[in-house]
Protein backbone atom coordinates (compact mmCIF):
# COMPACT_ATOMS: atom_id res chain seq x y z
CA UNK A 1 0.00 0.00 0.00
CA UNK A 2 0.97 3.59 -0.65
CA UNK A 3 0.68 4.06 3.20
CA UNK A 4 -0.09 7.18 4.77
CA UNK A 5 2.76 9.51 5.22
CA UNK A 6 3.18 10.14 1.34
CA UNK A 7 -0.94 11.87 1.16
CA UNK A 8 0.36 13.30 4.61
CA UNK A 9 3.27 15.32 3.12
CA UNK A 10 1.08 16.39 -0.12
CA UNK A 11 -2.16 17.84 1.57
CA UNK A 12 0.82 19.57 4.03
CA UNK A 13 2.39 21.30 1.00
CA UNK A 14 -1.23 22.61 -0.37
CA UNK A 15 -2.19 23.28 3.13
CA UNK A 16 1.48 25.68 3.33
CA UNK A 17 0.41 27.53 0.22
CA UNK A 18 -3.25 28.29 1.51
CA UNK A 19 -2.54 28.63 5.44
CA UNK A 20 -1.36 31.98 5.21
CA UNK A 21 -4.60 33.58 3.85
CA UNK A 22 -6.58 31.22 6.44
CA UNK A 23 -9.31 33.42 8.64
CA UNK A 24 -9.90 37.10 8.50
CA UNK A 25 -6.39 38.08 9.90
CA UNK A 26 -4.93 36.29 6.73
CA UNK A 27 -2.74 37.67 4.31
CA UNK A 28 -2.61 37.61 0.36
CA UNK A 29 -0.59 35.14 -1.97
CA UNK A 30 1.30 36.84 -4.84
CA UNK A 31 1.68 34.66 -8.09
CA UNK A 32 3.57 35.74 -11.43
CA UNK A 33 2.56 33.63 -14.24
CA UNK A 34 4.42 32.36 -17.17
CA UNK A 35 3.01 34.74 -19.08
CA UNK A 36 3.82 37.95 -16.62
CA UNK A 37 0.44 38.28 -15.29
CA UNK A 38 0.35 38.68 -11.91
CA UNK A 39 -2.43 37.24 -9.31
CA UNK A 40 -2.68 38.67 -6.04
CA UNK A 41 -5.68 36.81 -4.16
CA UNK A 42 -6.34 35.50 -1.04
CA UNK A 43 -8.99 32.78 -2.64
CA UNK A 44 -8.84 29.38 -1.84
CA UNK A 45 -10.26 27.78 -5.01
CA UNK A 46 -7.80 30.16 -6.94
CA UNK A 47 -4.38 29.22 -5.00
CA UNK A 48 -5.08 25.92 -6.02
CA UNK A 49 -5.68 26.09 -9.55
CA UNK A 50 -2.91 28.46 -10.29
CA UNK A 51 -0.49 26.07 -8.65
CA UNK A 52 1.22 23.14 -11.19
CA UNK A 53 -0.18 19.69 -9.52
CA UNK A 54 1.96 16.26 -10.57
CA UNK A 55 1.37 14.03 -8.12
CA UNK A 56 -2.05 12.13 -8.39
CA UNK A 57 -2.86 12.69 -4.72
CA UNK A 58 -2.66 16.23 -4.98
CA UNK A 59 -4.67 16.38 -7.78
CA UNK A 60 -7.41 14.01 -6.06
CA UNK A 61 -7.34 16.01 -3.16
CA UNK A 62 -7.87 19.66 -5.18
CA UNK A 63 -10.52 17.09 -7.15
CA UNK A 64 -12.25 16.70 -3.70
CA UNK A 65 -12.05 20.53 -2.70
CA UNK A 66 -13.32 21.92 -5.91
CA UNK A 67 -16.25 19.33 -5.60
CA UNK A 68 -17.32 20.70 -1.97
CA UNK A 69 -16.79 24.05 -3.19
CA UNK A 70 -19.60 23.47 -5.75
CA UNK A 71 -21.95 22.80 -3.19
CA UNK A 72 -20.65 24.60 -0.11
CA UNK A 73 -19.07 27.51 -2.29
CA UNK A 74 -16.77 28.12 0.80
CA UNK A 75 -14.15 26.21 2.94
CA UNK A 76 -11.39 25.09 0.75
CA UNK A 77 -8.72 26.19 3.16
CA UNK A 78 -10.78 24.41 6.41
CA UNK A 79 -11.11 21.02 4.16
CA UNK A 80 -7.35 21.40 3.50
CA UNK A 81 -6.59 22.37 7.46
CA UNK A 82 -9.01 19.36 8.76
CA UNK A 83 -8.18 16.79 6.49
CA UNK A 84 -4.11 17.18 7.23
CA UNK A 85 -4.97 17.50 10.74
CA UNK A 86 -7.20 13.67 10.52
CA UNK A 87 -4.58 12.39 8.56
CA UNK A 88 -1.56 13.39 11.12
CA UNK A 89 -4.22 11.74 14.00
CA UNK A 90 -4.20 8.77 11.81
CA UNK A 91 -0.04 8.25 11.52
CA UNK A 92 0.02 9.31 15.36
CA UNK A 93 -2.72 6.46 16.07
CA UNK A 94 -1.52 3.47 14.06
CA UNK A 95 1.97 3.90 13.99
CA UNK A 96 4.15 1.44 12.91
CA UNK A 97 0.91 -1.29 12.25
CA UNK A 98 0.15 0.28 9.30
CA UNK A 99 -0.91 -2.05 6.62
CA UNK A 100 -3.65 -2.14 3.54
CA UNK A 101 -6.11 -4.43 5.66
CA UNK A 102 -5.95 -1.56 8.59
CA UNK A 103 -6.40 1.17 5.59
CA UNK A 104 -9.34 -0.27 4.30
CA UNK A 105 -10.76 -0.97 8.01
CA UNK A 106 -10.39 2.15 8.57
CA UNK A 107 -11.49 4.00 5.30
CA UNK A 108 -15.06 1.86 5.65
CA UNK A 109 -15.40 2.84 9.03
CA UNK A 110 -14.71 6.79 8.21
CA UNK A 111 -17.76 6.21 5.53
CA UNK A 112 -19.74 4.68 8.00
CA UNK A 113 -19.30 7.33 10.61
CA UNK A 114 -20.13 10.00 7.73
CA UNK A 115 -23.83 8.29 6.75
CA UNK A 116 -24.94 6.83 9.62
CA UNK A 117 -23.30 8.83 12.52
CA UNK A 118 -22.25 12.41 11.62
CA UNK A 119 -25.80 13.69 11.35
CA UNK A 120 -26.54 12.57 14.59
CA UNK A 121 -23.73 13.64 15.80
CA UNK A 122 -24.57 17.09 14.62
CA UNK A 123 -28.22 17.21 15.64
CA UNK A 124 -27.86 16.58 19.45
CA UNK A 125 -24.02 17.92 19.75
CA UNK A 126 -24.36 21.20 17.67
CA UNK A 127 -27.87 21.65 16.62
CA UNK A 128 -29.10 21.75 20.51
CA UNK A 129 -26.71 24.06 21.49
CA UNK A 130 -27.65 26.36 18.66
CA UNK A 131 -30.82 27.14 19.63
CA UNK A 132 -29.82 27.62 22.83
CA UNK A 133 -27.15 30.39 22.09
CA UNK A 134 -30.50 31.42 19.81
CA UNK A 135 -32.68 31.84 22.43
CA UNK A 136 -29.55 33.87 24.60
CA UNK A 137 -30.54 36.32 21.74
CA UNK A 138 -28.35 37.62 18.82
CA UNK A 139 -27.96 41.14 18.52
CA UNK A 140 -27.69 42.09 14.88
CA UNK A 141 -29.18 41.65 11.58
CA UNK A 142 -29.02 37.50 10.70
CA UNK A 143 -28.60 38.45 6.96
CA UNK A 144 -25.81 40.84 7.81
CA UNK A 145 -24.47 38.09 10.05
CA UNK A 146 -24.05 35.74 7.22
CA UNK A 147 -22.42 37.55 4.77
CA UNK A 148 -19.95 39.56 7.24
CA UNK A 149 -18.81 35.71 8.90
CA UNK A 150 -18.74 34.07 4.86
CA UNK A 151 -16.54 37.63 3.79
CA UNK A 152 -14.33 38.18 6.13
CA UNK A 153 -12.71 34.37 5.26
CA UNK A 154 -12.70 35.63 1.82
CA UNK A 155 -11.45 39.46 1.49
CA UNK A 156 -10.25 39.94 5.31
CA UNK A 157 -11.68 41.32 8.22
CA UNK A 158 -11.55 45.29 7.49
CA UNK A 159 -12.75 44.68 4.13
CA UNK A 160 -15.92 42.53 5.40
CA UNK A 161 -16.99 45.54 7.57
CA UNK A 162 -17.19 47.89 4.75
CA UNK A 163 -18.51 45.30 2.24
CA UNK A 164 -20.89 43.41 4.42
CA UNK A 165 -23.31 46.35 5.07
CA UNK A 166 -23.09 47.12 1.26
CA UNK A 167 -24.20 43.41 0.40
CA UNK A 168 -27.09 43.62 2.72
CA UNK A 169 -28.12 46.99 1.37
CA UNK A 170 -28.28 45.21 -2.39
CA UNK A 171 -30.25 42.45 -0.85
CA UNK A 172 -32.67 44.82 0.84
CA UNK A 173 -33.25 46.43 -2.28
CA UNK A 174 -34.01 43.21 -4.16
CA UNK A 175 -36.30 41.89 -1.45
CA UNK A 176 -38.12 44.93 -0.53
CA UNK A 177 -37.86 44.44 3.06
CA UNK A 178 -39.69 40.98 2.51
CA UNK A 179 -36.94 38.42 3.94
CA UNK A 180 -36.35 34.68 2.38
CA UNK A 181 -35.26 32.80 0.12
CA UNK A 182 -36.03 34.10 -3.67
CA UNK A 183 -34.37 37.13 -3.36
CA UNK A 184 -30.83 35.40 -2.24
CA UNK A 185 -31.45 32.97 -5.17
CA UNK A 186 -32.32 35.63 -7.44
CA UNK A 187 -29.23 37.65 -6.64
CA UNK A 188 -26.77 34.82 -7.07
CA UNK A 189 -28.37 33.09 -10.15
CA UNK A 190 -27.45 36.72 -12.02
CA UNK A 191 -24.73 37.77 -9.85
CA UNK A 192 -22.12 38.33 -12.72
CA UNK A 193 -24.85 40.52 -14.68
CA UNK A 194 -25.94 42.36 -11.43
CA UNK A 195 -22.84 43.46 -10.15
CA UNK A 196 -19.87 45.82 -11.80
CA UNK A 197 -16.04 46.09 -10.80
CA UNK A 198 -14.67 49.86 -10.92
CA UNK A 199 -11.03 49.85 -10.63
CA UNK A 200 -8.90 52.47 -9.41
CA UNK A 201 -11.14 53.75 -6.41
CA UNK A 202 -10.66 52.55 -3.11
CA UNK A 203 -12.92 50.41 -1.76
CA UNK A 204 -15.14 52.74 0.28
CA UNK A 205 -16.84 54.46 -2.82
CA UNK A 206 -18.59 50.77 -3.59
CA UNK A 207 -22.16 51.43 -3.77
CA UNK A 208 -25.54 50.59 -4.68
CA UNK A 209 -26.85 51.64 -7.52
CA UNK A 210 -30.82 51.34 -9.03
CA UNK A 211 -31.55 49.62 -12.08
CA UNK A 212 -29.27 47.68 -14.46
CA UNK A 213 -25.98 49.06 -14.92
CA UNK A 214 -24.69 48.53 -18.34
CA UNK A 215 -20.80 49.02 -17.97
CA UNK A 216 -20.73 51.40 -20.99
CA UNK A 217 -21.18 55.25 -21.08
CA UNK A 218 -23.94 56.40 -23.34
CA UNK A 219 -22.73 57.27 -26.71
CA UNK A 220 -25.29 59.97 -26.64
CA UNK A 221 -27.05 60.48 -23.65
CA UNK A 222 -30.31 63.14 -22.88
CA UNK A 223 -32.67 63.63 -20.07
CA UNK A 224 -36.14 62.05 -20.70
CA UNK A 225 -39.51 61.72 -18.71
CA UNK A 226 -40.36 59.66 -15.92
CA UNK A 227 -40.96 56.54 -18.27
CA UNK A 228 -39.37 56.05 -21.32
CA UNK A 229 -39.73 52.81 -23.94
CA UNK A 230 -36.14 51.48 -24.97
CA UNK A 231 -35.20 49.60 -28.27
CA UNK A 232 -32.84 47.05 -27.87
CA UNK A 233 -31.73 46.37 -31.54
CA UNK A 234 -30.97 42.89 -32.78
CA UNK A 235 -27.93 43.62 -34.52
CA UNK A 236 -26.08 46.17 -36.47
CA UNK A 237 -27.92 48.58 -38.59
CA UNK A 238 -27.77 48.61 -42.22
CA UNK A 239 -29.01 51.17 -44.74
CA UNK A 240 -29.79 49.12 -47.83
CA UNK A 241 -32.89 48.34 -47.49
CA UNK A 242 -36.84 49.62 -47.87
CA UNK A 243 -39.59 49.16 -45.30
CA UNK A 244 -41.71 45.78 -45.86
CA UNK A 245 -38.45 44.49 -47.67
CA UNK A 246 -36.68 43.33 -45.05
CA UNK A 247 -32.51 43.99 -45.23
CA UNK A 248 -30.04 42.80 -47.72
CA UNK A 249 -27.55 41.15 -45.07
CA UNK A 250 -29.30 38.49 -42.50
CA UNK A 251 -26.82 40.03 -39.54
CA UNK A 252 -27.94 43.28 -39.92
CA UNK A 253 -31.34 45.09 -38.94
CA UNK A 254 -32.77 47.75 -41.77
CA UNK A 255 -32.64 51.39 -40.48
CA UNK A 256 -35.71 52.16 -42.25
CA UNK A 257 -37.72 49.63 -39.70
CA UNK A 258 -35.45 51.25 -36.60
CA UNK A 259 -37.13 54.33 -37.64
CA UNK A 260 -40.75 53.48 -37.84
CA UNK A 261 -40.61 50.74 -34.39
CA UNK A 262 -39.28 53.93 -32.82
CA UNK A 263 -41.77 56.45 -33.80
CA UNK A 264 -44.42 54.31 -33.61
CA UNK A 265 -43.75 53.23 -30.12
CA UNK A 266 -42.27 56.29 -29.07
CA UNK A 267 -38.85 54.73 -28.31
CA UNK A 268 -36.03 57.53 -27.04
CA UNK A 269 -33.37 55.05 -26.04
CA UNK A 270 -31.85 52.52 -28.52
CA UNK A 271 -29.46 49.70 -26.73
CA UNK A 272 -27.19 47.88 -28.83
CA UNK A 273 -24.54 44.86 -28.04
CA UNK A 274 -23.20 46.23 -31.31
CA UNK A 275 -21.58 49.20 -32.85
CA UNK A 276 -23.41 51.31 -34.68
CA UNK A 277 -22.42 53.51 -37.80
CA UNK A 278 -21.53 56.90 -37.24
CA UNK A 279 -24.70 58.59 -38.59
CA UNK A 280 -26.99 56.22 -36.49
CA UNK A 281 -25.00 58.31 -33.94
CA UNK A 282 -25.80 61.38 -35.85
CA UNK A 283 -29.53 60.90 -36.25
CA UNK A 284 -29.62 60.55 -32.51
CA UNK A 285 -28.04 63.72 -31.40
CA UNK A 286 -30.12 65.59 -33.86
CA UNK A 287 -33.66 63.36 -32.45
CA UNK A 288 -32.72 63.74 -28.44
CA UNK A 289 -32.31 59.52 -28.42
CA UNK A 290 -30.48 58.17 -26.05
CA UNK A 291 -27.79 55.56 -27.68
CA UNK A 292 -25.52 52.63 -25.62
CA UNK A 293 -23.23 50.47 -27.86
CA UNK A 294 -21.25 47.78 -27.59
CA UNK A 295 -23.52 46.50 -24.25
CA UNK A 296 -23.37 42.76 -23.18
CA UNK A 297 -25.58 40.56 -25.02
CA UNK A 298 -26.29 38.52 -21.30
CA UNK A 299 -26.74 41.63 -19.47
CA UNK A 300 -29.50 43.38 -22.16
CA UNK A 301 -31.35 39.62 -22.16
CA UNK A 302 -31.36 40.28 -18.40
CA UNK A 303 -33.03 43.70 -19.09
CA UNK A 304 -35.00 42.74 -21.63
CA UNK A 305 -36.69 39.77 -19.03
CA UNK A 306 -37.01 42.28 -16.02
CA UNK A 307 -38.77 44.76 -18.22
CA UNK A 308 -41.11 42.22 -19.54
CA UNK A 309 -39.83 43.23 -23.48
CA UNK A 310 -41.89 42.41 -26.48
CA UNK A 311 -40.57 41.52 -30.08
CA UNK A 312 -41.00 44.20 -32.72
CA UNK A 313 -39.21 43.74 -36.63
CA UNK A 314 -36.56 45.82 -35.39
CA UNK A 315 -35.60 43.93 -32.09
CA UNK A 316 -37.10 43.93 -28.27
CA UNK A 317 -39.23 46.89 -26.52
CA UNK A 318 -39.35 47.08 -23.20
CA UNK A 319 -40.45 49.90 -20.74
CA UNK A 320 -37.96 51.90 -18.53
CA UNK A 321 -38.87 54.72 -15.49
CA UNK A 322 -36.09 56.41 -15.98
CA UNK A 323 -32.49 55.88 -17.84
CA UNK A 324 -29.30 57.63 -15.94
CA UNK A 325 -25.40 58.26 -16.04
CA UNK A 326 -23.32 57.80 -13.35
CA UNK A 327 -20.15 58.34 -12.70
CA UNK A 328 -17.57 56.78 -10.67
CA UNK A 329 -14.37 59.21 -10.18
CA UNK A 330 -13.13 59.30 -13.80
CA UNK A 331 -15.78 56.45 -15.22
CA UNK A 332 -18.81 57.22 -16.74
CA UNK A 333 -21.62 54.13 -16.68
CA UNK A 334 -25.15 53.96 -18.23
CA UNK A 335 -27.62 52.67 -16.20
CA UNK A 336 -31.86 52.12 -16.83
CA UNK A 337 -34.49 51.13 -14.31
CA UNK A 338 -37.28 48.41 -16.11
CA UNK A 339 -40.58 50.11 -15.37
CA UNK A 340 -41.68 45.89 -14.30
CA UNK A 341 -38.89 45.31 -11.71
CA UNK A 342 -38.56 48.79 -9.30
CA UNK A 343 -36.86 46.39 -7.17
CA UNK A 344 -33.67 46.13 -10.03
CA UNK A 345 -30.33 47.38 -8.35
CA UNK A 346 -26.60 47.19 -9.25
CA UNK A 347 -23.81 46.37 -6.94
CA UNK A 348 -21.05 48.74 -7.55
CA UNK A 349 -17.59 47.27 -6.55
CA UNK A 350 -15.02 49.86 -6.11
CA UNK A 351 -11.31 48.91 -5.32
CA UNK A 352 -7.10 50.10 -5.66
CA UNK A 353 -6.45 47.24 -8.65
CA UNK A 354 -7.63 44.67 -10.08
CA UNK A 355 -5.57 42.05 -7.01
CA UNK A 356 -7.97 43.44 -4.85
CA UNK A 357 -10.89 43.94 -6.79
CA UNK A 358 -10.99 40.48 -7.44
CA UNK A 359 -10.72 39.72 -4.09
CA UNK A 360 -14.51 41.33 -3.23
CA UNK A 361 -15.61 39.92 -6.21
CA UNK A 362 -14.54 36.05 -5.20
CA UNK A 363 -17.89 34.11 -5.40
CA UNK A 364 -18.05 31.70 -7.98
CA UNK A 365 -20.26 33.06 -10.97
CA UNK A 366 -21.37 30.28 -12.53
CA UNK A 367 -23.54 28.58 -9.57
CA UNK A 368 -25.33 29.80 -6.83
CA UNK A 369 -24.18 27.16 -4.04
CA UNK A 370 -23.92 29.79 -1.17
CA UNK A 371 -27.99 30.51 -2.03
CA UNK A 372 -29.05 27.30 -0.87
CA UNK A 373 -26.93 26.65 2.62
CA UNK A 374 -28.21 30.51 3.27
CA UNK A 375 -31.62 29.95 2.74
CA UNK A 376 -31.72 26.57 4.72
CA UNK A 377 -29.76 28.48 7.50
CA UNK A 378 -32.51 31.45 7.20
CA UNK A 379 -35.05 28.71 7.39
CA UNK A 380 -33.41 26.62 9.92
CA UNK A 381 -31.81 28.94 12.08
CA UNK A 382 -29.15 26.35 12.94
CA UNK A 383 -26.87 29.10 13.29
CA UNK A 384 -23.36 29.75 15.42
CA UNK A 385 -20.93 32.39 15.86
CA UNK A 386 -17.84 31.83 13.94
CA UNK A 387 -14.19 31.48 15.21
CA UNK A 388 -14.61 27.84 16.21
CA UNK A 389 -18.05 27.36 18.20
CA UNK A 390 -19.14 24.62 15.95
CA UNK A 391 -15.72 22.79 15.87
CA UNK A 392 -15.63 23.33 19.63
CA UNK A 393 -19.30 21.99 19.85
CA UNK A 394 -18.93 18.93 18.06
CA UNK A 395 -15.08 18.22 19.51
CA UNK A 396 -16.92 18.65 23.16
CA UNK A 397 -19.89 15.81 22.44
CA UNK A 398 -17.67 13.57 20.57
CA UNK A 399 -15.23 12.74 23.63
CA UNK A 400 -18.27 12.94 25.91
CA UNK A 401 -20.62 10.04 27.36
CA UNK A 402 -23.64 11.17 25.72
CA UNK A 403 -22.37 9.57 21.90
CA UNK A 404 -21.92 6.04 22.19
CA UNK A 405 -20.33 5.55 18.30
CA UNK A 406 -16.80 4.08 17.48
CA UNK A 407 -14.50 5.19 20.18
CA UNK A 408 -11.47 5.49 17.37
CA UNK A 409 -13.10 7.45 14.88
CA UNK A 410 -14.72 9.70 17.83
CA UNK A 411 -10.97 10.38 18.62
CA UNK A 412 -9.69 11.10 15.21
CA UNK A 413 -12.35 13.37 14.41
CA UNK A 414 -12.86 15.88 17.87
CA UNK A 415 -8.51 16.24 17.98
CA UNK A 416 -8.58 17.15 13.97
CA UNK A 417 -11.88 19.63 14.27
CA UNK A 418 -10.12 21.84 16.88
CA UNK A 419 -7.24 22.53 14.27
CA UNK A 420 -9.66 25.16 12.83
CA UNK A 421 -10.11 27.17 15.65
CA UNK A 422 -5.94 26.36 16.61
CA UNK A 423 -5.18 28.27 13.47
CA UNK A 424 -7.88 31.02 13.99
CA UNK A 425 -6.99 31.92 17.12
CA UNK A 426 -2.82 31.11 16.76
CA UNK A 427 -1.64 35.00 17.11
CA UNK A 428 -3.95 34.87 20.21
CA UNK A 429 -3.29 30.97 22.11
CA UNK A 430 -4.68 32.58 25.31
CA UNK A 431 -7.94 33.85 23.77
CA UNK A 432 -8.58 30.28 22.07
CA UNK A 433 -8.39 28.40 25.59
CA UNK A 434 -10.88 31.29 26.47
CA UNK A 435 -13.24 30.67 24.07
CA UNK A 436 -13.31 27.13 24.72
CA UNK A 437 -13.91 27.38 28.59
CA UNK A 438 -16.83 29.88 27.47
CA UNK A 439 -18.43 26.97 25.51
CA UNK A 440 -18.47 24.28 27.91
CA UNK A 441 -19.86 26.73 30.59
CA UNK A 442 -22.93 27.36 28.03
CA UNK A 443 -22.98 23.90 26.93
CA UNK A 444 -23.24 22.85 30.76
CA UNK A 445 -25.13 25.73 32.14
CA UNK A 446 -27.27 27.21 29.28
CA UNK A 447 -26.38 30.73 27.63
CA UNK A 448 -24.63 33.47 29.23
CA UNK A 449 -24.53 36.16 27.70
CA UNK A 450 -26.09 37.87 24.28
CA UNK A 451 -23.80 37.95 21.45
CA UNK A 452 -22.87 39.66 18.04
CA UNK A 453 -20.59 39.70 15.14
CA UNK A 454 -20.23 37.29 12.06
CA UNK A 455 -22.11 34.05 11.62
CA UNK A 456 -22.19 30.79 9.70
CA UNK A 457 -24.10 28.36 8.82
CA UNK A 458 -24.46 24.28 10.72
CA UNK A 459 -25.46 23.16 7.63
CA UNK A 460 -22.01 24.38 5.72
CA UNK A 461 -19.96 23.06 8.47
CA UNK A 462 -22.04 19.86 8.11
CA UNK A 463 -21.24 19.67 4.36
CA UNK A 464 -17.43 20.32 5.15
CA UNK A 465 -16.74 17.60 7.42
CA UNK A 466 -18.69 15.15 5.26
CA UNK A 467 -16.33 15.89 2.64
CA UNK A 468 -13.02 15.86 4.24
CA UNK A 469 -14.28 12.11 5.28
CA UNK A 470 -14.85 11.29 2.04
CA UNK A 471 -11.99 12.39 0.96
CA UNK A 472 -9.42 10.61 3.68
CA UNK A 473 -11.40 7.29 2.91
CA UNK A 474 -10.41 7.79 -0.93
CA UNK A 475 -6.94 8.36 0.32
CA UNK A 476 -6.59 5.02 2.54
CA UNK A 477 -7.90 2.77 -0.25
CA UNK A 478 -5.21 3.74 -2.95
CA UNK A 479 -2.92 0.40 -3.53
CA UNK A 480 -0.28 1.89 -5.52
CA UNK A 481 0.80 4.95 -7.64
CA UNK A 482 1.37 4.46 -11.41
CA UNK A 483 3.78 7.31 -13.06
CA UNK A 484 2.69 7.74 -16.86
CA UNK A 485 3.79 10.27 -19.12
CA UNK A 486 1.37 12.22 -20.32
CA UNK A 487 0.27 15.90 -20.77
CA UNK A 488 -1.62 16.90 -17.98
CA UNK A 489 -5.47 17.82 -18.97
CA UNK A 490 -7.11 20.93 -18.14
CA UNK A 491 -11.29 20.98 -17.92
CA UNK A 492 -13.14 23.60 -19.39
CA UNK A 493 -14.63 24.68 -16.94
CA UNK A 494 -10.91 25.65 -15.21
CA UNK A 495 -9.45 27.12 -18.39
CA UNK A 496 -12.71 29.79 -18.75
CA UNK A 497 -13.02 30.21 -15.16
CA UNK A 498 -9.03 31.91 -15.58
Not at 335 to 341: C, E, G, T
Not at 398 to 425: I, K
Not at 481 to 494: E, G, M, Q
Request: aromatic content about 6%.
Amino acid sequence: PVGMQPPLLVVSALLAAVLRCFGPRGGSVFFTRDTGDVLVTRHGQKILRSLQLEHPAARLIVDCVHTHCQIAADGSKSFLLLLSALLSEMVSCCGASWDSATARRLAQRLLQFCWTGLDDVIARGVTQRASLLAICGYHGDVVEGLVRGYMAGRVGDGPAKVLSPLVCRFYQKWSGGVRGAEPVAVIHTHFSLLHTAVSGLPIGCSGVAEGLVLERDWSAFFEHGPRVEVLVLAASVCPAAEPGRGCVCDRCVAWPQVCVCAQQLGACVLLSAAKQPDWVLQWARRNRVCLAECLDPERLDLLCLLGQSRPTPAGRVATATSVRRLVLGGRRLAAVVPAHAPRAHTLLLCGPGPGPLDQSVSEDQSQSPAADCWAEALGSGCLLPVGGAFELLLHDFLLSSDWTGDPQVSRLLARAVLSVPGALHSHKPRHFLQLHAHFLRQGSGGPSRPWSGGLESVAAKRQLLSAVLQCAAKLLTVETVLRVHAPLRTSRSDEEED
